[in-house]
């Protein structure tokens, strides 16, 4: 839903902003206004059980009936952006949706029904807009903040684990171990509570051993738990901590609540506990993922969170009408990105040098690329992985990096954006892109122009550095003309880096139009 001319704001400077989350277990909405300076006030909060993951997970696709309540719910919630006249939206579809084999037909279908356009997001964006919203609700707190600390969303299709050290994002992973996913997969309704209980942790303890080895879970000093389940667990036995927006639970008490509910069948959790028979099923598998991650962590009790995807959803739309950043989440790209350079054992020194002169030349040349912050940052993680592919083979090392990039998870960036970076790197040096290259002219035009345009700086940059890793801080560039001026410090091997240039610097003449001269200073 784009915001109109006619679009009216209920005051000066104020924007209203929505956001919605089409889950495996349920579609939810919510609706907020965005003060000057960023400050958020929630204006509505609805939530329809709608199990779509219960196809998925059964089928793999979703169901005609499922997809007619799934599209009448989201009828409703346009209606009611229509009231709050919301002028920035922004729809997201996960797990559930994501698996189905006919995604592509529910899509089309609730956008010829509402007009919304809903996006299909990966396990990476997820764990990036829950991660944004937990670190605002953590603030200043010192345990989390000075502690590795694991944030755990259990949804109902995944598990989102997100590892923060002194409050840096240092990685993350999905499992597939939701709620409703574990129903499906190990049919645990028909069973009897104990039963069910024993055949979903030895299945849970199975998943996430296999993590072990890329995410020391031990190591975590400070646990905190997202989702409803979670917060189900807070409101029995919760404690109060200094934030309004975290309640501490022990864990010796969490191990006597999930111990008295996997006794009961979803109907008596429903009855006991006064919940809907929806929440009430999944329950139990929640739980239990949740107790088992926290005895795999140091911590001896767990922190649970109010906030949600959404929350971060309102949060990234909020910076978009304001105009900020979140410098803590781009610096968890940057550190998701050299751990992935350092795991195939690159030369860091001219990585971070290929990287950091990348994005001066970006920023010298704004005038004449047109290009948003977001793909200075993307540009920023070509430079770091541009050579990973070296660790395959030297030769054709480029589409090596092709190939590692585009097949890895960097923390905070979406598939299309890892796409973009893979695309930079693939074209660091030797041919340039041209039609016959599959890959990239798959891509969108818009997209198309920004690798392109962005490659040809990092060709430039890469260089520049090649042969020489000191003294780059020294380097800097001057238009005139329809020429670019780089200067090099003097004492350096000048016809060298002019050969390597002239080398390298064809694409950056296609594109910009201008010539590159190095001059000594």
């Not at 902003?17 to 300076?37: K, S």
């Not at 993951?53 to 089928?59: H, I, K, L, S, V």
Request: glycine fraction near 8%.
């Amino acid at each position: 839903m784009e915001p109109t001319e006619q679009t009216p704001k209920t005051d000066a400077g104020i924007e209203t902003v929505a956001a919605i989350d089409v889950g495996a277990n349920a579609l939810r909405m919510a609706i907020a206004e965005v003060l000057p300076g960023g400050r958020i006030e929630m204006l509505e909060q609805l939530q329809r059980a709608v199990r779509l993951g219960q196809d998925t997970f059964r089928r793999g696709r979703l169901g005609g009936e499922s997809m007619r309540a799934a599209v009448a719910v989201l009828r409703d919630f346009q209606k009611l952006l229509e009231v709050y006249h919301v002028g920035h939206l922004r729809a997201v579809a996960t797990t559930a949706v994501r698996e189905a084999s006919n995604a592509d037909t529910f899509l089309d279908r609730i956008f010829m029904a509402t007009g919304l356009h809903v996006e299909v997001i990966d396990p990476a964006e997820e764990s990036r807009l829950t991660v944004s919203a937990v670190r605002r609700a953590v603030g200043g707190s010192p345990g989390i903040n000075r502690d590795e600390a694991l944030i755990v969303d259990v949804g109902g299709g995944s598990t989102l684990l997100t590892v923060l050290q002194d409050g840096e994002i240092v990685t993350s992973q999905s499992l597939r171990l939701g709620s409703i996913r574990l129903q499906e997969i190990l049919l645990t309704s028909e069973e009897s509570p104990q039963r069910s209980a024993d055949l979903l942790r030895y299945h849970i303890g199975s998943a996430i051993s296999t993590t072990q080895g890329s995410m020391p879970l031990d190591a975590a000093q400070s646990f905190v738990a997202v989702g409803g389940d979670a917060r189900f667990a807070a409101r029995q036995i919760g404690k109060p901590t200094e934030s309004a927006d975290l309640v501490k639970v022990d864990a010796a008490a969490f191990d006597r609540l999930v111990e008295q509910c996997e006794r009961h069948t979803a109907e008596e959790l429903s009855k006991r506990h006064g919940l809907p028979f929806a929440e009430a099923e999944t329950l139990n598998p929640a739980l239990l993922v949740y107790q088992i991650l926290l005895h795999k962590s140091r911590a001896d009790s767990m922190i649970v969170s109010h906030v949600s995807m959404r929350d971060g959803l309102l949060l990234e739309l909020a910076r978009e009408v304001t105009g900020q950043e979140d410098e803590a989440l781009l610096a968890g790209v940057i550190h998701s990105a050299t751990a992935l350079a350092e795991k195939y054992h690159l030369d860091m020194d001219h990585a971070r040098n290929v990287a950091d002169l990348s994005v001066r030349l970006f920023d010298a040349m704004k005038a004449d690329h047109g290009l948003s912050a977001r793909h200075r940052l993307l540009l920023r993680v070509a430079g770091l992985l541009h050579e990973v592919g070296g660790f395959v083979s030297n030769r054709a090392h480029h589409k090596h990096s092709y190939y590692l990039i585009s097949n890895s998870e960097i923390f905070g960036l979406t598939r299309g954006e890892t796409e973009i970076v893979a695309q930079i790197a693939r074209y660091h040096r030797r041919a340039v892109p041209r039609p016959s290259h599959l890959q990239y002219t798959a891509l969108p035009r818009e997209t198309r122009m920004a690798v392109t345009k962005l490659a040809a700086l990092l060709r430039v940059a890469d260089a520049l550095v090649r042969g020489q890793v000191r003294q780059i801080s020294n380097i800097s560039f001057q238009r005139q003309g329809d020429d670019l001026i780089i200067y090099v410090p003097s004492g350096t091997d000048l016809l060298l880096r002019q050969r390597a240039v002239a080398m390298k610097g064809d694409l950056f003449e296609d594109i910009f139009g201008m010539k590159i001269r190095l001059e000594e200073v």
